[in-house]
Structures are given as structure tokens and as C-alpha cells.
């Protein structure tokens, strides 16, 4: 009796240690944990939940047999842990994307931006195509005409325009603009001047500096060498000057030849006097010069007529005379009396057979009498002209650029003039 009672016992005792186990060990291996007491029932029940499948693990003290029980169950489908896990995933997939998205933002502007440029590029790619085609085009209308025969049209439309300022007709001075100074060099007396027949092509300057015994004749290719000093040629001349009122016309240089009433016509290519010839009974030496002196006795000029001289004679008592002249033989071909005393004038330049005399040729000067070839008739004129430097020793007009070239106390300066045309309408222009 005592046996079985033995065995009951270590079945009983077998049955709590597995139970025990049941309850402590198991949840450990597996993974699980934690303890739910269900109500209504003596059964014990303990709920793992497995961290890969989410199992709940069911057990029973003893079976009715006496084996332990233990039941596993996997949890209804949407409870599990699982789809939390899952939903977290897909809520942080989404927060990803709408991060991306918001990066990707800002490239959008790039994008039209993008499509705009590239119709641009399109368009720019047209109009380049158009303008060779057009470029082509003028090539071959340019191929068709040699230069020779483009260098004749360029000629024929000067002469055309020469003759349209022809039928303008001169003018009438009716005022003179600000000085507009060119360059400062020299000495305080020179001229300075461009030839008033040459091309519209071509813009030289000549440079003479001092009024007397001068025989340095500096040549500038361009106004803007002359401006910078650069680019010249030197022409000794062969007599030297006395004054400063020598033009260059038509590719010669005429002057007055130091102590005497000779003019001479020096020719720059040949680099040789053409011809020189003296101006009978008229003054020299600083007989009859303008009011400031040196020397300027003898002024040639040059307007839309042709070559002039201005100068004076003991015959008419010192007033001054105006005389045309043949640019080729220098012989004069008409003279007027102005009645004008010349010593009295600061300087005098001619426009469209007008003679203009300054009453000074210090500051304060105006352009005060006019004499009229045309007419052989004079009046006073209140013309503003205003000296800028204080000593004008050249006045001279230039037609083919229609201003006055002064040299003022070292200073080479223009006017522009202002004149009052008479129209001609005979003929075609």
C-alpha cells in the first residue's frame, strides 16, 4: 500500500514540476511572454506572443490521462502584430515618398524653364538659318559687281551729292556755335588746317607752327592722329612762310613767302614748288597786317567759289582787298575795295564769297562786318564769337566740312556755323 501511494505522490509531484515548466521555462525558449487570466474557468491560460509569427500559446495544468497539455494558436488575421507592423512600414514608405516629392518640388520651374529655352533655341536656330540665307544672297549680288565698278558708283553718288550742296545754294552767316577745341600744342601763333577738295575719304591734317620763317610742314594722316600726335609725314618747304594764313587746296599748299608779296603754290606729292608769283603793290613785312600782327599781311582763303586773297595796298590806303584767284596760275581774276581799314581786323574768313571781318582778336571779339562779292556791297553785322582763349592769330572757313579752323593761343579749335540758305529750284537735282 505503501508503494502506490509513493508512485501517486511522484506523479503528482512529476505533473506540478512540468506544469512549473510549462509556465516559466516554455515562454523563455520560445520567446514569449507575459500572463492572461481568463474568468469563469479553474484552467490557468498564459498568452506568448511570438516576435516572428505572433503565436498565443494556451496550456492546461493536467490532462484527465495525466499527460500536460499545451495548445498553440496562431491569432485571426488583422490582430496579429504583424499588420501593425506592416501598417508602420507602408506610413513610413509614404512619409519617404512625400519627402521626395518634396524635393522633386522645385524642379518643376526647371523643367518649364527648360521647355521655354529650348524654343528659344529652336527659334534662334530659324533665324540664323534665314539670315545666312540672306548673307548668301548679298554675296552673290556683291560678286556681281567688280571693284573697279563699285569704286565708280561710290564716285558718281559723290558727284551727285556735290551737286544737291550745289543746288542748296549758299548761305548767309547767322551765327557761329561754342568752340569745340581739337588739341593744345605749339606755340601761342600757328594754323593748322584739311584739304577743302579732297574726298570725304580723305581726312588729313596739316600743321604749321609759328608765324614766320617756318619751314616745317608736319602731315597727319588722320584728325585722330593729329589729335594723338602720331602717324605723320614731314615737308621741308622750299621758302619759308611769313604769317599764318596759308590754305591747303586741292593737294597744294599756297603761302606767303617770308619777306616778300611772292606766293608760292607748293605741291605735297611731288614735294616742289608749281608755281609762284608775286601780288603787285600789295603789302608785306608787317605793312599791313591784322591787329595782332606777325607777319599776316597776306591771308589766302578758300570758300565754295574757288581760291582767295586777302591783303591790302598803299593804293587804297590800307583797307582791305579781296581778290579771286586761278588755284592754277595764281594770276588774279577780280579784286574789291571792302573800305574795311585791315589793321583795324582781328582776323577774316570768307563763305560763299562773303567776307567776314572780327573786330578783335582778343576776347570780347564778334563777327562785325560783311562784305559782299556778289553785290560789291557791305553792312554791319552783331555775329557773337566767342574767344575762348584770349588770342585768335588764324580764322579760316573750310566748305567742305562747313566749319571755321582757328588757332587760339596754342590751341586748335572749330566753329560750327550756322547759315541761311537760298534754295535754287531750277533743274534737277
Not at 509556465?23 to 511572454?33: C, D, M
Not at 490521462?65 to 498553440?72: E, F, P
Request: glycine share 8%.
Amino acid at each position: 500500500m505503501t508503494v502506490p501511494l509513493l508512485k501517486i505522490g511522484a506523479v503528482l509531484s512529476t505533473m506540478a514540476m512540468v506544469t512549473n515548466w510549462m509556465s516559466q521555462t516554455l515562454p523563455s525558449l520560445v520567446g514569449l511572454n507575459g500572463t492572461i487570466s481568463q474568468a469563469g474557468t479553474s484552467e490557468r491560460s498564459t498568452l506568448f506572443q511570438s516576435p516572428d509569427e505572433g503565436w498565443q500559446v494556451y496550456t492546461s495544468a493536467q490532462a484527465p490521462d495525466g499527460k500536460c497539455l499545451c495548445t498553440a494558436v496562431i491569432p485571426v488575421q488583422g490582430t496579429c502584430s504583424r499588420d501593425l507592423r506592416s501598417r508602420q512600414l507602408r506610413q513610413l514608405m509614404e512619409k519617404e515618398l512625400k519627402d521626395k516629392m518634396a524635393e522633386l518640388m522645385p524642379l518643376i520651374p526647371v523643367l518649364d524653364q527648360y521647355k521655354s529655352d529650348t524654343r528659344t533655341i529652336m527659334q534662334l536656330k530659324e533665324e540664323v538659318r534665314n539670315l545666312s540665307g540672306s548673307l548668301l544672297q548679298i554675296q552673290e549680288e556683291m560678286g556681281a559687281y567688280d571693284y573697279e565698278e563699285l569704286q565708280q558708283r561710290v564716285l558718281v553718288l559723290e558727284a551727285r551729292l556735290h551737286a544737291c550742296m550745289q543746288k542748296l545754294g549758299c548761305g548767309k552767316l547767322t551765327g557761329v556755335s561754342n568752340p569745340i577745341t581739337i588739341r593744345a600744342s605749339g606755340s601761342r601763333f600757328g594754323s593748322w588746317m584739311t584739304d577743302t577738295m579732297a574726298p570725304s575719304s580723305d581726312s588729313r591734317v596739316w600743321y604749321m607752327d609759328g608765324y614766320y620763317k617756318g619751314r616745317r610742314v608736319l602731315e597727319y594722316r588722320t584728325l585722330n592722329d593729329f589729335i594723338t600726335g602720331q602717324n605723320f609725314v614731314q615737308h621741308l618747304l622750299p621758302h619759308p612762310w611769313a604769317g599764318t594764313g596759308h590754305v591747303v587746296f586741292n593737294g597744294s599748299l599756297y603761302y606767303n613767302k617770308y619777306q616778300s608779296n611772292i606766293v608760292v603754290k607748293y605741291h605735297f606729292r611731288s614735294r616742289s614748288v608749281v608755281v609762284q608769283r608775286s601780288l603787285n603793290t600789295a603789302g608785306y613785312n608787317n605793312t599791313f597786317p591784322y591787329s595782332w600782327g606777325g607777319f599776316s599781311d597776306i591771308d589766302f582763303m578758300v570758300d565754295e567759289n574757288g581760291l582767295w586773297a586777302v591783303y591790302t595796298t598803299n593804293q587804297n590806303a590800307g583797307n582791305i582787298v579781296v581778290s579771286r584767284m586761278d588755284p592754277v596760275t595764281l594770276e588774279i581774276l577780280r579784286s574789291w575795295d571792302t573800305g574795311y581799314p585791315k589793321r583795324s581786323a582781328g582776323e577774316s574768313f570768307i563763305i560763299c564769297g562773303t567776307l567776314y571781318v572780327t573786330n578783335s582778336h582778343l576776347a570780347g571779339a564778334k563777327i562785325y562786318f560783311a562784305y559782299y562779292t556778289n553785290t560789291s556791297s557791305y553792312e554791319y553785322t552783331d555775329i557773337p564769337f566767342h574767344n575762348q582763349y584770349s588770342h585768335i592769330s588764324m580764322l579760316d572757313y573750310n566748305p567742305r566740312e562747313r566749319v571755321l579752323y582757328t588757332w587760339n593761343n596754342g590751341h586748335q579749335v572749330i566753329y560750327n556755323v550756322t547759315l541761311f540758305h537760298v534754295i535754287k529750284t531750277s533743274g534737277e537735282l
